[in-house]
């Protein structure tokens, strides 16, 4: 079992930056995939950011340019940098871990962290 655990949503203007934080503990060992999601009001779930244990990333369209999401292997944490956030990034942000390199659903889900971009 991994358990997930984010930090360092909060309420922030357009235009200004978070950086959110999810620490895995348990079996640490077994993860690959590592991937933010978020999920606004009314809205489906859906994928913000991935990395691999190799460091492979991939991005949704709408974040590219604007989020770096890296991870520290050694500290079993990933992150998700978010520059210039818009009202529409206002979400729930989830942190979540696989043991597959590309999961098309991931095992493991923190239970999340709200992010509030006011205009």
């Given at each position: 079992?991994?358990?997930?655990?984010?930090?360092?949503g909060?309420?922030?203007?357009?235009?200004?930056?978070?950086?959110?934080?999810?620490?895995?503990?348990?079996?640490?060992?077994?993860?690959?995939?590592?991937?933010?999601?978020?999920?606004?009001?009314?809205?489906?779930?859906?994928?913000?950011?991935?990395?691999?244990?190799?460091?492979?990333?991939?991005?949704?369209?709408?974040?590219?340019?604007?989020?770096?999401?890296?991870r520290?292997?050694?500290?079993?944490?990933?992150?998700?940098?978010?520059?210039?956030?818009?009202?529409?990034?206002?979400?729930?942000?989830?942190?979540?871990?696989?043991?597959?390199?590309?999961?098309?659903?991931?095992?493991?889900?923190?239970?999340?962290?709200?992010?509030?971009?006011?205009?």
């Open positions: 079992q991994v358990q997930l655990v984010e930090s360092g909060g309420l922030v203007q357009a235009g200004g930056s978070l950086r959110l934080s999810c620490v895995a503990s348990g079996s640490t060992l077994s993860i690959n995939a590592m991937g933010w999601y978020r999920q606004a009001p009314g809205k489906q779930r859906e994928l913000v950011a991935s990395i691999s244990s190799g460091g492979s990333k991939n991005y949704a369209y709408s974040v590219k340019g604007r989020s770096t999401i890296s520290d292997n050694a500290k079993n944490t990933v992150y998700l940098q978010m520059n210039n956030l818009k009202p529409e990034d206002t979400a729930v942000y989830y942190c979540a871990a696989d043991s597959h390199y590309y999961p098309k659903v991931y095992e493991y889900w923190g239970q999340g962290t709200q992010v509030t971009v006011s205009s």
